[in-house]
């Protein structure tokens, strides 16, 4: 019989549309989770909703956008209504963005803590009465090797994946109580369409050619890659796992040793 160790768990995941995400949804659901699949693009969800139900999953393809909290409510109350409760969830939604800090755009700022921070703080209220109600609960936060260390021209998402990190630290210690644990998920440069769309942005930028700029990415790393999306997956899926219910309040790194701690 083919390992399930999944099977009848209930998992949310945002920003499901392409990249990690979308890799994250369909690994749950091979690992036997029903997947509640969201972002702002409808027809992507409706297939990659269709996906996992072909896989004898259940789905719901469900547009939200996270930094919206009358959207996330409508969001939760659409899973809630269709499945009684929530087990897994993963905030994954976010977006990257750079300029040098002098004359930042204050745009900019705003928007990187609302995508990337404050969405984490809706999505995880929005979905945290049924996980203690019923005393059991994975919430991953896919976070950033920037919530620990800083880098030129990203202040702004720094900062944001930095209070992830903060945010995951305190939410674990709150909840240990309601046998709720509560990680952050650390990739460097992933293999993805945001990492082509820095790389592009870099490149006009710099005058380098993209395949400089991914060249430079890589050598970042002391492994000379990109993390794959399937990598940031299969820790997710392992946090997931009732195995996995000693780690709280952590932040893995997936990064090929590029920051160790």
Known sequence: MTDLPLRNRRAVVT????GIGRTIALALAEAGADVAVSARSQAPLEELAGEIREMGRRSLAVPCDVTDPEQVARLAQTVLDAWGGVDILVNNAGAAGSHKFLNHPDELWHHMLAINLTSVYYVTKAFLPPM???KWGRIINIAS?????????????TASKHGVLGLTRSLAMELVEHNITVNAICPGYVDTPMTEANIANIAARTGMSPEQVRRTLENMSPQKRLITPEEVAALTVYLAREEARGITAQAINVDGGTVQW
């Open 15 to 18: 920003g499901a549309s392409r």
């Open 132 to 134: 203690v109600e019923q």
């Open 145 to 157: 090797i920037a919530s620990k260390t800083g880098a030129k021209y990203i202040a702004a998402y």
